[in-house]
Structure formats: C-alpha cells, structure tokens
C-alpha cells in the first residue's frame, strides 16, 4: 500500500507527514539509518505520525484546517510559534516533519517502541536499594512510563504552548530507613 503524505490542504486520507525518501536523506545526514522494505518503512512513518499527533496534540496552537474532516493534527489555521511567527495555515512547519522522521527512525529499528503496551499492576511501586527506598505513585503509572524522546520534544518544543517535556512527570518519595 502506497503510504499518503499530507500536502499542506488537510486530507482526510493522510498517514505521514514525511516521505519515506525525505527520511532516508534525514538519516543519512546525521549517521542514522532508516532502510528496510518499503512496507516496513512506510508503516514505521505511519506509527511515528500517530505518535506525534498523539503525543502532541494538546500543546499544538490553533486548529485544524478542515477541522475534523482531516486525518492528522496538521496544517493548522491560527497556529504561532514560540517566537509568535505565524505557521501558514496551508504548509507542514519543518519541525512537524523533521519530529516525524526523528520518530520513524525509532519506530523502524524497534515497532511500537514509542507506544508500547503497559499493564499498570505490574509496573513498580517500590524500588530500596541498600538505606535508601523510592516508593512511586502508581495512580498515573501507564503515562509516566511512556517513553520520551528529548531530541522530538527540542525538535518541536517552538510549536508547542506548553514547555516540551512537560508532558511526563516524575513523582516519588524517598525516606531514611
């Protein structure tokens, strides 16, 4: 199946923002590697497009240019970055594409890693180590133990309303025994 890339007018049907050639050339500039069948390649932009919409999505500024009638959290009307430049409202910023690239790369050399399956009673509560023990809180456990990617949260850090790497928190106590 041929992967459709989003063109900047919102299509109901697309499932990346980045080509799989444009991800080749990526990581080859920076010493990565992001070669495989095209299926393989192709369902890893997918993967690493939901993510990024997924992840994402609630410190993106402005909406949807065809509100719900498009598939993917960009082109956006009224978007602003950082800096408080307009995103034109029929363009992919840079940033959205590159963080798609960054993340396909991931996704290809180990699927599902950005969003792996996590059964909440069986993640630690408690680690002591020697005097020192960190009881954790369990209430969020499944979000706190996602994976976060700092090189995706800088790489889109001027698009988001809220500080990149604000989405996790780390939360615990520790006591002398």
Known sequence: ?????????GLLTSESYATVAST???AATRGLE?????????????RAT???DARY????????????NQ???WPRHDAYDANDNYVAYNALPQEIVRATQEAAIRELAEPGSLSPDLTVGQTMKRVKVGP???DYDSSSAAYDNRPISTVIDDILSTLLSYPSGSGGRIAGTSERS
């Open 24 to 26: 080749v050339a990526y």
């Open 132 to 134: 020192i023990e960190i």
């Open 34 to 46: 992001f070669d495989g069948p095209d299926d393989d390649t192709e369902a890893a932009l997918r």
């Open 50 to 52: 939901t993510w990024i």
């Open 1 to 9: 199946m041929s992967l459709i890339v989003e063109d900047g007018t």
């Open 71 to 73: 598939a993917l959290e």
């Open 57 to 68: 999505r609630s410190g993106f500024t402005g909406y949807r240019v065809n509100r719900r």
